[in-house]
């Protein structure tokens, strides 16, 4: 009920290509969708988030479909560069008077080849 | 300078002794967190604070104690370290419910022996 499952563990794009990463959540509850970006040695970094009632978000680069049927959310890279070689994090939120909930997915490495 | 900060960056030490690890920030955010990050489970929550006067327990809480000092500080304490307490660990901050977005620390490297 409380896992986010994310794919692939590792991923190796070529430059200008696109990365895909995918998550899927079990509860219905979560009312708030991040992913975040990581580089080595530093914290995570908001990267794009989306609520369930939209299907896509995108800001520049970076683009976020959402599923909510099926409970499923992607990340999309597109025009993969080497500065975009980092871990990166789906997760899962609720929050309210009622309390608060976050899961992180297991993360995905990127790596993109010049 | 940046706007969470964690100290110690790394610390060893060895099974048994009490730890303290600390948090600050300088965003005026009421919300703040502790999550260890371990290779391939990802981010898992310890606990969070909505204010100072609010501790709630995270997903893996057990064998962790906080204390939430003021708005701007958040300390996570091992009692007595055990070596799967070997891990990352990052404090977080956020704004309110109205913004879900968390700001994290660089980090504190923890090795248990």
């Known amino acids: 009920q409380q896992q986010v499952k994310q794919s692939p563990q590792s991923l190796i794009v070529q430059k200008g290509g696109i990365s895909i990463i995918n998550c899927a959540y079990e509860?219905?509850?979560?009312?708030?969708f991040p992913w975040y970006q990581q580089f080595p040695g530093k914290g995570p970094a908001l990267l794009i988030a989306?609520?369930?009632?939209?299907s896509e978000k995108k800001e520049g680069r970076f683009t976020i479909s959402f599923n909510k049927s099926a409970k499923q959310f992607s990340l999309h890279i597109m025009d993969s560069q080497p500065g975009d070689s980092a871990t990166y994090f789906c997760?899962?939120?609720?929050?309210?008077?009622?309390?608060?909930?976050?899961?992180f997915g297991a993360g995905t490495r990127l790596f993109v080849k010049a | 300078d940046a706007d969470v900060t964690q100290t110690p960056r790394n610390r060893i030490t060895k099974t048994g002794k009490r730890i303290m690890l600390e948090c600050s920030q300088t965003?005026?955010?009421?919300?703040m967190y502790w999550y260890r990050q371990d290779p391939g489970l990802g981010l898992r929550l310890i606990y969070y604070?909505?204010?100072?006067?609010?501790?709630n327990k995270g997903e893996i809480s057990d064998g962790y104690s906080v204390s939430r000092q003021a708005q701007a500080k958040f300390s996570l304490s091992l009692e007595s370290a055990i070596p799967n307490q070997t891990a990352l660990y990052f404090c977080?901050?956020?704004?309110?419910?109205?913004?879900?977005?968390?700001?994290f620390g660089p980090g504190t490297r923890l090795t248990v022996l």
């Open positions: 977080a901050t956020s704004l309110s419910e109205i913004s879900n977005e968390q700001f």
């Open positions: 509860n219905t509850a979560f009312d708030y």
């Open positions: 989306i609520r369930p009632d939209v």
């Open positions: 997760a899962a939120l609720w929050g309210g008077t009622g309390g608060f909930k976050t899961i």
């Open positions: 965003k005026g955010h009421d919300r």
């Open positions: 604070s909505f204010d100072v006067k609010d501790i």
